[in-house]
């Protein structure tokens, strides 16, 4: 298997009242996070949150949709998960979006990346993740629909 590109996306799903769609890995009991995920190939940013969220979570969008932040973070591999990158690779840049979906949107989430999902509150939901750039996006959220 090819290794990842340190090159990732942070998607925030929210519906129009600012419910939060959180998802537990199954790979780190307790960790609950946005839809996130590896740049493939050739891949555009915009096209891996797109794929990204079908992949977590069943909902599909158009790219229009899906909201570009332009905003970036650099951090550090989980060691646990650096196995999955080239020697030598210790950080990640991850590009944040945000898709706004209906209330109610049906969930259908892979098993193989997780074990159960949740609708919570934004307050709740930056409590509950456990990356500190998804708490930081999570944070970002209202600022970031008004422009």
């Known amino acids: 298997m090819p290794y990842k590109q340190p090159i990732s996306i942070l998607l925030v799903i929210h519906t129009p009242d600012l419910q939060i769609l959180l998802l537990e ?4 009991a307790g960790a609950w996070q946005s839809v996130t995920g590896s740049c493939e190939a050739n891949e555009s940013l915009i096209d891996t949150a797109v794929r990204e969220l079908f992949e977590e979570t069943g909902l599909q969008v158009s790219p ?7 905003y970036a973070s650099e951090f550090e591999i989980y060691e646990r998960w ?3 990158y080239a020697p030598g690779v210790t950080h990640n840049t991850e590009h944040v979006f945000s898709v706004a979906v209906p209330s109610g949107s049906s969930v259908t989430i ?3 990346e997780h074990t159960q999902y949740r609708w919570v509150g934004l307050d709740e939901a930056i409590e ?3 990356s500190p750039s998804n708490a930081d996006a999570l944070q970002q959220l209202p600022s970031r629909l008004l422009i």
């Open 64 to 70: 229009d949709a899906v909201r570009d932040w332009h």
């Open 110 to 112: 892979s098993p193989r």
């Open 82 to 84: 650096r196995h999955r």
């Open 128 to 130: 509950m993740v456990f």
């Open 25 to 28: 890995r199954c790979d780190f």
